[in-house]
Nanobody
Framework: QVQLVESGGGLVQAGGSLRLSCVAS???????????MGWYRQAPGKQREWVAL???????PYADSVKGRFTISRDNAKNTVYLQMNSLKPEDTAVYYC???????????????WGQGTQVTVSS
């Protein structure tokens, strides 16, 4: 089993910044590698949407709504992914979820893992 724990959410005014962190760990074994990690978000009554992704090769695609404002990065040694969010807008308000794909743990792989989410609220 893979556990993802997000942190860094909070309440900020429009134009402010936040940095989200997500740490992945294996409950039954040491994580050998993670192919890709990303961020999704979901507002109440809305469908969960993809925000950003970073692959093992360093590719970092972003959703059009956050391009130029958000930056995703990762520390492979710490199995941690970050999301630096600048110039925040009220429409960025949502629960942000960390995602890990193709996690290799000991003798098996987890194709898709999710964290519990962290709340980001941007006031006008």
């Amino acid at each position: 089993q893979v556990q993802l724990v997000e942190s860094g959410g909070g309440l900020v005014q429009a134009g402010g910044s936040l940095r989200l962190s997500c740490v992945a760990s294996g409950a039954s074994g040491r994580i050998f590698s993670i192919n890709a990690m990303g961020w999704y978000r979901q507002a109440p009554g809305k469908q969960r949407e993809w925000v950003a992704l970073i692959t093992s090769g360093g590719s970092t695609p972003y959703a059009d709504s956050v391009k130029g404002r958000f930056t995703i990065s990762r520390d492979n040694a710490k199995n941690t992914v970050y999301l630096q969010m600048n110039s925040l807008k009220p429409e960025d308000t949502a629960v942000y979820y960390c995602n890990a794909k193709d996690v290799r743990i000991a003798d098996f792989r987890v194709p898709d893992a999710w964290g519990q989410g962290t709340q980001v609220t941007v006031s006008s």
